[in-house]
């Protein structure tokens, strides 16, 4: 850097972004600590910040009573599921449109975007009634196939944009040396989108996760991942704060840490490629 | 050289992702729109017939509608302020020389990934209880008497929560675009005796422009929807002071089971989404031939 920061400048700047940082925070981390309370001192006035009496047995009534694994893993079939079945789909889609493009491939982009943007409620009837009709109301299949669809634009565009930035000089050459179209996707394209396919994998996996529209609508118990899952927490009022803060420490911790790990691809992959 | 063959491969790769979303966009469309020139109660079946745009005056002329319209205008708008007015002043801080940076980074972007339902949970229980909740304790400590949240200002209440998960996103993206921004240009400033304020309006904020907008159109997208908040809050309530519009249709269809004019209700909402989808489609647009 070539500004010389000057001390001063240096210590306003790092309160402030911490107390700011931790303002932010601050829900989150008060929601961890009530999940180590008891019910009573989840719920008592005045709170304590750290001196309580700090216990995991909500943790153990949690899954007690209500299955959590059982709900995890529904959490994990459909996010993972519908995301490697997007990475499928578009993993060949984008592959074509980066390395031969036709003059008509951005509009086809730009098309494909446009589908993310219609609204889900627009279409909730039809297929609501479409999954009444065959049966896959509550299911997984259900979950994993409509999560995929709502997921795809933004895959095949992830994929697009890292897919553009592989030097093309480096395909000539290995065409040149006489590799089959076979040989140069394994040998000379996979590892150089293997970063690209990891990220938009990481971000379609946070996105599906935690997806709450399509999940609360189309599931109620059997299907039913941590969305649903923890919004049945919001009929009885205080009676379980504590229980409800550690069911969701435990919804939120996985995607907190993929997430942290995803930033610089998160503004990518959620601005389509206009912020980089 | 693209050869005959490598672009009927090409063309092959693409078509099912084409077609799936091509599927995808024009069946539940078409059904959406079939059903609300219908009049189809799912409590009285059998009873379905052609009843043209009856479902449209109907949805429109509902109060509900326009009291939905309004919130969801006023909850769009109110977040969109809030996190870019205090994404910026974030983004800018962030950009400073800070001390242990990236686990500040880490905290200010956390609310993000949390979804949806368990913040506005957290949020109505842990934080906005009228009794027990972290601010009534706050508000009591220093002699003011504490807010009933969702009964006394229930829209506020869904804003705050709705603008706290969206704040990491427009501050990580206006800080994107920061750390991209000349600093020699800042520098050739500051010789020419700029003032830090000039500074800001004449090169930082020029600069924000275009995120700035990018901002705005994507969460307007999202916020247009917003709904599991809602949904675990308030349930629309009370009254209808926090439903809009995706919330409105929600009720019209799976609570009353007017499946016709929940459908007018659904194409009212694309109408509205399209619109936004335009300009966002043709920012990007442009960004594509770069």
């Avoid at chain 1, 009676?239 to 803060?245: C, E, H, N, P, Q």
């Avoid at chain 2, 079946?45 to 449209?56: D, H, Q």
């Avoid at chain 2, 962030?94 to 609310?111: E, S, T, Y």
Wanted: aromatic letters at 12%; charged letters at 10%.
């Amino acid at each position: 850097m070539a500004r010389m920061a000057t001390t001063r400048r240096v210590v306003i700047s790092t309160a402030m972004a911490w107390l700011f940082g931790f303002l932010i925070f601050f829900p989150i981390l008060w929601m961890v600590l009530a999940s180590f309370k008891t019910e009573l001192e989840a719920f008592a006035i005045p709170p304590s910040f750290l001196f309580f009496h700090w216990t995991i047995e909500n943790y153990a009534t949690v899954q007690e009573r209500s299955d959590y694994f059982h709900h995890a893993m529904n959490s994990i079939i459909i996010a993972g599921g519908s995301t490697l079945i997007a990475l499928l789909i578009a993993i060949p889609a984008a592959w074509s449109m980066a390395f031969s493009p036709t003059k008509r491939t951005k509009d086809i982009l730009l098309w494909m975007l446009s589908t993310k943007m219609m609204p889900p409620v627009g279409v909730l009837v039809p297929i609501y009634l479409i999954y009444k009709t065959f049966g896959l109301l509550d299911s997984r299949i259900g979950l994993v196939f409509i999560l995929c669809l709502g997921n795809l634009p933004i895959v095949i565009w992830m994929l697009f944009t890292y897919f553009k930035e592989i030097p093309r000089d480096i395909l000539e050459a290995a065409r040149m040396d006489g590799a089959t179209i076979g040989r140069e996707l394994v040998y000379v394209l996979t590892p150089m989108a293997i970063p690209g396919l990891a990220s938009t994998l990481l971000l379609n996996l946070i996105l599906a996760w935690n997806e709450a529209f399509w999940t609360l609508n189309l599931s109620t118990s059997h299907a039913a991942p941590l969305t649903t899952f923890i919004a049945s927490y919001s009929g009885p009022e205080g009676l379980f704060w504590a229980k409800l803060s550690a069911a969701s420490t435990l919804a939120i911790a996985p995607i907190l840490v993929l997430g942290w790990f995803s930033q610089k691809q998160l503004v990518r992959g959620l601005t389509f490629g206009a912020v980089k | 050289m693209a050869t005959r063959q490598t672009q009927f491969l090409a063309r092959s790769l693409l078509t099912p992702a084409v077609g799936l979303l091509f599927i995808w966009m024009i069946v539940p469309l078409a059904l959406t729109i079939y059903f609300s020139t219908l009049h189809y109660s799912l409590l009285d079946p059998g009873s379905e017939e052609f009843i043209g745009l009856e479902n449209f005056r109907y949805f429109l002329t509902d109060p509900a509608f326009l009291a939905s319209l309004r919130n969801t205008l006023v909850l769009v708008g109110s977040v969109l302020a809030l996190t870019i007015l205090l994404g910026i002043p974030l983004a800018l801080l962030l950009d400073q020389p800070v001390v242990g940076r990236n686990f500040v980074r880490l905290m200010v972007i956390a609310p993000f990934f949390v979804m949806p339902t368990v913040s506005a949970l957290v949020w109505k229980n842990l934080l906005m209880h009228p009794v027990s909740g972290l601010f009534a304790w706050l508000a009591k400590l220093v002699g003011l008497t504490p807010v009933d949240w969702f009964n006394d200002v229930p829209l506020f209440s869904v804003i705050l929560i709705v603008a706290w998960q969206w704040l990491p996103f427009a501050t990580l993206i206006l800080l994107t675009a920061l750390q991209s921004l000349d600093e020699e240009q800042k520098e050739a400033a500051e010789m020419d005796g700029a003032s830090a304020v000039s500074t800001f309006i004449y090169i930082t904020l020029p600069h924000l422009a275009r995120p700035i907008t990018v901002v705005i159109l994507i969460e307007t997208i999202f916020l247009l929807t917003v709904f599991a908040e809602i949904f675990v809050t308030t349930g629309g309530g009370p009254g209808l002071q926090t439903t809009n519009i995706a919330f409105l249709i929600y009720a019209q269809a799976l609570i009353q089971f007017d499946v016709g004019s929940a459908s007018a209700g659904g194409l009212v909402a694309v109408v509205i989404a399209n619109i936004v989808a335009f300009f966002l489609v043709r920012i990007v647009g442009r960004n594509l031939e770069a």
